[in-house]
């Protein structure tokens, strides 16, 4: 009876050598060569965002309420920008499909540094302006995630996740579900982090916050 | 799993056991902030908006709208049967509902 929703990390390293097709970027940019790690994202994103059309094709018509991409832009922007590709398709195939996008980080990786989607370049964007981006691409729920800075205190780091996560509710049309666990949205950074400081976290986020969900 | 515990006694609406999972349904279908679902909600249900997190009265009305409780309960919906209900009530699709509906070959 439960909304379900299917959850899936877009996971660029699989595509790069020697796992995936392409020539690794994280190889070739330390060699200084930035054209070539570039053509191999380039490619890797296009692989990308075929395959997670084709599983949330699949997920969607076997009756799933949604799809959670989480941990957007781990891999930087050409993962962003693989997954907000992938949710236009999707939206325009399956309108009435809900698409999540979580964050994987407050900052958006250049790791190629010059993609952009709709003229805004991806790198360097923080989640108000992520938000934005992913409203253009048809996203219904948006999860900004800020990370948890571990030489300071859990009080510290619960303001400052407050503080960025507050101007997307304000301002963004979409529901905001920030991610709030294991070292994002000011918990600490554990495998299973402490319930005191996680429900101080969580309340500040519900009560001062004003999110929509978790 | 301690981590969702948390969460969910901390700052959750209560799921099931409340209107939680109604609430949600509204963000996810129609993609509305919390309180614009909260109202939306309240008023299908016709009870106030705080009603909506409370596990007594929402216990009641979930009973008298047959829209499935946390456990199930001999003579009531669970399940497919209550997400049927839930879809007609909050005058939403759910895509389970209407692949069954597909599936089964009928209209309705």
Known sequence: ?214 | MGMAITHSIASGMGGVRTAGDLVGRMQMTRGMKIREAKEYVAGKLRVSVADLSDPVVMAEVRGDLDLGRIRSIPKFSKGIDAKFRIAELLGIEINCVKLFKKRVGRGF
């Open chain 1, 1 to 214: 009876m439960l909304p379900i929703f299917y959850g899936a990390m877009p996971n660029l390293g699989v595509y790069s050598q020697p796992d995936g097709p392409f020539p690794n970027p994280a190889e070739l940019l330390p060699q200084g060569k930035i054209k070539e790690a570039r053509a191999a994202q380039e490619e890797t994103i296009e692989m990308a965002v075929r395959d997670m059309v084709s599983v949330a094709t699949s997920l969607y018509e076997v009756g799933a309420d949604g799809i959670n991409f989480d941990t957007t832009g781990a891999a930087g922007d050409p993962d962003f920008l693989a997954t907000l590709r992938a949710t236009r398709i999707l939206k325009e195939k399956y309108p009435e499909l809900c698409v999540e996008l979580g964050m994987s980080g407050e900052f958006v990786l250049g790791m190629h540094g010059e993609l952009k989607f709709e003229g805004v370049r991806l790198a360097g964007l923080y989640p108000h302006d992520q938000m934005k981006l992913a409203e253009k691409a048809g996203v219904t729920i948006f999860g900004p995630a800020i990370n948890s800075v571990t030489n300071k205190s859990c009080a510290w780091n619960v303001a400052r996740a407050v503080t960025f996560v507050k101007p997307c509710v304000e301002r963004g049309k979409l529901p905001i579900h920030a991610n709030i666990g294991m070292g994002v949205g000011g918990t600490p950074v554990a495998e299973y982090p402490p319930a005191d400081a996680v429900s101080r976290a969580s309340k500040a986020m519900a009560e001062i916050g004003r999110l929509d969900g978790l």
